[in-house]
């Protein structure tokens, strides 16, 4: 039109009323940055300054009318540590390998905890990056309550599970770019990356989890950390008299859940299976409070 020049995103072209009259030139790439001279020769600024005194001389400015301004260092730290990228996937994978020990294990405990620390610091961290907001966060408390309410609520229905772990790994992925649908290629090509980084985040702290169940026991230094189950005989805990005991599964285990041996109702959790309720059940583990039933076959 007339040998101008405009540099538009798509969404910026469908927006002017005459742009029936422009030609659509070479695509401007924008993924690494642009140059100051870039930046001029597109039109999106007005000057190109390669120093402080040639920004001074273009606006009749001495030195002495500015003001030079810096973050406090506390705060430039922290800006600095969100923006190293391995710093959010090394919250991940710790948040994902606490919350699984804390489900592997009746009630809550340090590493639920752990989990919770891990994953407030990757969303602020993510603020602070400018890629999450409160959509993401509301989304992830929200798929949070909802599998809290599938666990102690309302168990073995199973779409509150379900939709909340969903909630929470889309809200992981949101806060991890800045767009919800991908709308242009850059996009496109930036949403493998935030997939990619949770599910290694999800699957090094599954790994993590069957390392440290399998090997930790025999570890020279960290065997000290577990407690070993103690025999039948040895055993000196307030149920070690249920153990092999038969009983019924009062409610869903999934995997926690209430017992009747005889008259007296207790808290157990199975050893992984899901349960239903009316279920025959036998007592194969106790660890101090905690009970550890499986179907009686």
């Not at 603020?127 to 408390?141: D, H, K, P, S, V």
Request: some cysteine; overall charge negative; charged content about 15%.
């Amino acid at each position: 039109m007339g040998g101008a020049t405009r540099v538009w995103t798509a969404g910026e072209h469908s927006l002017q009323d005459d742009r029936e009259l422009w030609t659509r030139g070479q695509l401007v790439e924008t993924r690494e940055g642009a140059s100051g001279a870039e930046a001029a020769k597109w039109g999106q600024t007005q000057r190109v300054a390669s120093e402080l005194t040639d920004a001074l001389r273009a606006y009749e400015l001495q030195p002495a009318e500015l003001e030079q301004l810096s973050p406090p260092w506390a705060v430039s730290q922290i800006e600095r540590l969100a923006a190293l990228p391995w710093l959010g996937r090394a919250l991940l994978f710790f948040g994902f390998f606490a919350m699984m020990s804390e489900i592997s294990a009746p009630g809550l405990g340090v590493a639920g905890f752990v989990s919770g620390v891990c994953f407030m610091l990757f969303f602020w961290l993510q603020f602070l990056n400018g890629t999450a907001g409160y959509l993401e966060m509301l989304m992830f408390l929200t798929g949070i309550a909802c599998v809290l309410i599938e666990f102690f609520v309302l168990p073995g229905v199973g779409v509150f599970g379900f939709g909340g772990g969903l909630m929470v790994l889309i809200s992981l992925i949101l806060a991890s770019q800045t767009f919800v649908i991908p709308s242009n290629s850059y996009q496109v090509s930036q949403l493998p990356g935030s997939v990619f980084t949770l599910v290694a985040a999800l699957g090094g702290g599954m790994l993590a989890m069957a390392v440290m169940r399998h090997y930790l026991a025999d570890a020279p230094v960290l065997k000290k950390l577990m407690l070993e189950s103690p025999e039948p005989e040895q055993a000196t805990e307030p149920y070690a008299y249920l153990f092999g005991k038969r009983g019924v599964a009062a409610t869903p285990l999934v995997p926690a859940g209430k017992v009747s041996f005889g008259d007296e109702l207790v808290d157990v959790t199975s050893d992984g299976e899901l349960i239903d309720a009316g279920a025959k059940v036998v007592v194969k583990e106790v660890r101090g409070p905690h009970i550890v039933v499986r179907p009686v076959t």
